[in-house]
């Protein structure tokens, strides 16, 4: 079946820093695909998406492309600031009907001054 | 007000209870969701409904039940709770083509003692 597999944390960086957290997928088709950001304490919110090949999602200086010959979309930032520490999750919306997002198990960003 | 919204936020309640969550949402979607986050296994779905007259299991739906009471309300219960069952719950609506990402509400706390 589709999954998703999101490179493990914790990722520990400095202010200013660049960051990439890898996310590959498996998937039946040209799913959708999404980065999904958790707060501390908070639900989670959509960070940016990319619906076809070789889109780019980009949202708060992030950016993510959906690269369909690697199935990879790679989160990527030029420099994190303190406010961007929480867990990112990578996810796939399968073009099946009757189908539901499917997560990765997330990587938590922790971002010092 | 937010757009899902979920209840209780916390939840202590002992082995063997029956405990049901309740999720409301002002959307105006079809489509909702209840998730599951456990540290280091990121979501896992347990139930989805993509209209009144329709439930879906999901990954982990072995322990729990769904009630879908109208287009705006979602609940989840527990029937006997177990230790193991003690996560963070999501509640997600999205519309048809989930294309547009989730909205997620901000999650109970539940812990079973």
């Known amino acids: 079946g589709d999954s998703v597999t999101q490179m493990e944390g914790p990722v520990t960086l400095s202010e200013e820093a660049f960051l990439t957290i890898n996310c590959t997928y498996t998937a039946t088709g040209y799913p959708s695909l999404f980065w999904y950001v958790q707060y501390p304490g908070e639900g989670l919110q959509l960070l940016l998406k990319a619906t076809k090949a070789d889109d780019k999602g980009s949202n708060k200086g992030f950016e993510a492309t959906y690269r369909k010959e690697t199935t990879s979309f790679h989160l990527e930032k030029g420099s994190v600031q303190v406010s961007d520490s929480a867990v990112y999750f990578c996810a796939l919306s399968g073009k099946q009907a009757g189908t539901a997002l499917i997560f990765g198990k997330g990587t938590t960003l922790s971002v010092s001054s | 007000d937010a757009d899902v919204t979920q209840t209780p936020r916390n939840r202590i309640t002992k082995t063997g209870k029956r405990i049901m969550l309740e999720c409301s949402q002002t959307?105006?979607?079809?489509?909702m969701y209840w998730y599951r986050q456990d540290p280091g296994l990121g979501l896992r779905l347990i139930y989805y409904?993509?209209?009144?007259?329709?439930?879906n299991k999901g990954e982990i739906s072995d322990g729990y039940s769904v009630s879908r009471q109208a287009q705006a309300k979602f609940s989840l219960s527990l029937e006997s709770a177990i230790p193991n069952q003690t996560a963070l719950y999501f509640c997600?609506?999205?519309?048809?083509?989930?294309?547009?990402?989730?909205?997620f509400g901000s999650g109970t706390r539940l812990t079973v003692v």
């Open positions: 959307k105006g979607h079809d489509r």
């Open positions: 409904s993509f209209d009144v007259k329709d439930i």
């Open positions: 997600a609506t999205s519309d048809i083509t989930g294309n547009y990402g989730y909205t």
